[in-house]
């Protein structure tokens, strides 16, 4: 984006103050009643609180938006996704909705598996313009950066064409797409009948992977059937010390002591988070450890969500997502992520914006937007409506009437 622009009579969220919150600070959202927002060459220019829009040079400027009193926003930044995918899971749906078990299905070859077998099937071309197809709904939602994680290739070859595949998009800077970050998810699922198979992905797999891109974050999924603490901790460890910060799926469905050990050992961000227990809670109130909420994960599987509301009064940094993946939560909008994390997780509208926006560019090391404030990136959504509040209200369509991003 390099031309100028101006968006005048607006409801500006722009979510100035600390990056960073807790507590009642999750609730302000800086809140300009009518205010002008120009930006140029992709940045924010001057953020204008005022009863009558400012002067401009319309020489100087390509375009001019009346906001009419709606609300204008950061762009939603969607921290966690497995957006990069080939198949369908279709069946193994309707075998939740007749009674199965998400892990038993994961037991049996199925789950993270059968969309593994999918991965690897898939030409490279397939496996991008899939992906390519998904990020333009996210961005049509209003999603303006958006995390895509490896984790279906499991060896060493599939998740660098992964990684690959990934990347391509994020350097394709393509129009209509969000502007993507790139996870290397190495300790998805254990593969069976591979031999040493955690060994060799701490060792080979690793190498493999940082040696092609230094420095990218690491993930794991620690859960019965998955990778257990000692595993994850061992991937970690030896991730930190080639120079990989992580980030961990832990008490999806059950808590088995992971997020403690994540947030002493300074984890990024420890997501799902539906079992987390007492001291789960405690851990993330007195760390810089980000909770990422996945709220449609309950909504799409059993009905259980993350102590929202809890993990607010205990004081945790938090951050919501869509999870976007073909198992447990085929959903690209963030809107409905909200709607649900305030029905589900008991948050309000204010909180969810927070950590739809400006919480989810600091899960991902991005300190360049999520507040509309003159530097910032001029990643911005207009909504159809002139109360933010229908964020959490409405669902079921997109309130996103226009998207700028970079």
Known sequence: MTAGAWIVNARVLTLAGERCRRGAALRELGVLARGHVRFEGGVVREVVESASAPRMDRGEVEEVVDAGGRVLMPGFVDCHTHACWAGSRVDEWLDLRAGAKYLDILARGGGIMSTVRAVRDASPEGLSADLRARLRRMRRCGTTTCEVKSGYGLSAEHELAMLACIEETRRADEAGLPSVVSTALLGHAIEPGVPGFVERTVGETLDRIRSAYPGITLDAYCERGAWSLDECARLFARGRALGHPFRVHADQFNSLGMTPWACAHGARSVDHLEACDDAGRAALGASSTFGVLLPCCGFHTDG?????RALVEAGALLALATNCNPGSAPCVDMGMVMALACRGCGLTPAEA??????????????????????????????????DERDLGYAFGATLVERVWGV
């Open 304 to 308: 259980r969500y993350a102590p929202g």
């Open 353 to 386: 914006i927070v950590m739809g926006t400006v919480h989810g560019a600091e899960v991902l090391g991005l300190a360049d937007r999520g507040q509309i404030a003159p530097g910032q990136r001029a990643d911005l959504v207009l909504l159809e409506t002139r």
